[in-house]
């Protein structure tokens, strides 16, 4: 059918997990997870499917998954050796199109509508990628594919780990439709629970709203919304977008407000967002936190620098300087995050600096 674009996103299943399971034996068949020291502040970066079935998850303190899974293994992150499998990654992608939109290091959008290969079926390009990825690098992946970037999405999450699942242009209204709202890709927790208030529990329910109406209680997004609740979606794959910001959020399995804590928790964050940044060989200028409050309520504080934000730079007092103008510590936090923006390409230079996640007291 003419216009009819084939889409596939690939994510890798359980990635740093599954790499340190491949390169360490001993750790096969055994809940491990990729993080802090459990025994101070560490949090999850990810883990396997062995400790999943605990309850464990990313974004998750240490300590919290220690007391879920007591036998379970922890292990300090080795983003040198992830970002290498990355690249290999992205290299098979470019066997098959240039078209792909990488989203981390672990998953990405691949648009293959005009591709010649396996008589253009996204299907067998799919498994013939997944075959590729397992072959260079020993790692499963999984594969969604469909007519538009949010349904290849979702449709990656159904079969994993070393899954498939395909949503073809007939299926999407109704595949849509039977939804659980809080499946759909870009609703979080605080709003599926606001979608619950209105009423809207699948994307049959959220079908029913006007578009004045999620505009109303969504601001922008609620054109989104609209068109996803109708299996729409224009997003092209954009293999050179420029990237204006980046960030990373966390929202708390419970309310803290712990001073403390909070600080610890941005900390990570700014970590992770200045690797990130790193990934994309990009620099940035300007730090900016958000915190929402116990109440829903939110606010951003922000400073921008003359020179790039780096690993040389005390990461707590950062953000400590910035905690100092919000009510965190004395009024309960349910989700903080990190941006960091005024984005420049990296120097040359400075290519091989990289940031780890977690610090050498973790």
């Keep these: 059918m003419a216009g009819i674009k084939k889409i596939i996103h690939v994510d890798m299943d359980a990635f740093f997990a599954a790499i340190e399971q491949r390169d360490f034996p001993e750790?096969?068949?055994?809940?491990?997870?990729?993080?802090?020291?459990?025994?101070?502040?560490?949090v999850v970066a990810t883990c396997n499917y062995e400790?999943?079935?605990y309850g464990i998850h990313s974004a998750m303190s240490c300590a919290k998954a220690l007391q879920l899974c007591p036998r379970a293994l922890f292990v300090k992150p080795r983003f040198e050796v992830y970002r290498?499998?990355?690249?290999?990654?992205?290299?098979?992608?470019?066997?098959?199109t240039g078209l792909f939109e990488p989203l981390s290091l672990d998953e990405a959008y691949l648009d293959v509508t005009d591709s010649a290969d396996y008589q253009g079926?996204?299907?067998?390009?799919?498994?013939?990628?997944?075959?590729?990825i397992k072959e260079e690098t020993g790692l499963t992946a999984s594969a969604g594919i469909s007519y538009n970037k949010f349904l290849a999405k979702i449709a990656s999450d159904i079969n994993k780990?070393?899954?498939?699942?395909?949503?073809?242009?007939?299926?999407?209204?109704?595949?849509?439709?039977?939804?659980?709202?809080?499946?759909?890709?870009?609703?979080?927790?605080?709003?599926?629970?606001?979608?619950h208030q209105l009423g809207v529990y699948t994307g049959k329910d959220l079908r029913k709203l006007s578009l004045t109406t999620l505009q109303q209680h969504f601001g922008k997004t609620g054109a989104y919304y609209y068109d996803?609740?109708?299996?729409?979606?224009?997003?092209?794959?954009?293999?050179?977008?420029?990237?204006?910001?980046?960030?990373?959020?966390?929202?708390?399995?419970?309310?803290?407000d712990d001073g403390d804590e909070i600080l610890t928790r941005l900390t990570v964050l700014l970590e992770k967002a200045q690797?990130?940044?790193?990934?994309?060989?990009?620099?940035?200028?300007?730090?900016?936190?958000?915190?929402?409050?116990?109440?829903?309520?939110?606010?951003?504080?922000?400073?921008?620098?003359?020179?790039?934000?780096?690993?040389?730079?005390?990461?707590?007092?950062?953000?400590?300087?910035?905690?100092?103008?919000?009510d965190a510590g004395t009024k309960k936090v349910r989700l903080l995050g990190v941006t960091l923006s005024s984005l420049k390409d990296l120097e040359s230079e400075s290519l091989a600096e990289q940031i780890d996640l977690f610090n050498s007291d973790n």
């Design 121 to 132: 079926s996204a299907t067998r390009i799919a498994l013939a990628i997944k075959a590729r």
């Design 161 to 195: 780990p070393d899954g498939m699942f395909v949503i073809r242009p007939e299926q999407g209204p109704a595949f849509v439709e039977q939804l659980p709202i809080g499946k759909f890709h870009g609703i979080g927790k605080a709003t599926e629970k606001k979608m």
């Design 275 to 326: 690797t990130k940044v790193t990934d994309k060989n990009l620099q940035a200028c300007t730090l900016t936190i958000k915190v929402k409050y116990f109440d829903f309520k939110q606010i951003t504080r922000s400073r921008t620098f003359q020179e790039a934000i780096s690993k040389k730079m005390d990461s707590t007092a950062l953000i400590k300087n910035l905690l100092k103008s919000t």
């Design 228 to 256: 996803i609740a109708r299996a729409i979606d224009h997003r092209s794959v954009r293999c050179d977008r420029i990237t204006k910001s980046i960030g990373v959020e966390i929202t708390l399995s419970e309310d803290i």
């Design 27 to 42: 750790y096969r068949d055994k809940p491990l997870i990729v993080g802090g020291n459990p025994y101070s502040r560490g």
């Design 51 to 53: 400790a999943r079935q």
């Design 84 to 96: 290498s499998v990355s690249n290999t990654i992205r290299t098979i992608f470019a066997e098959f």
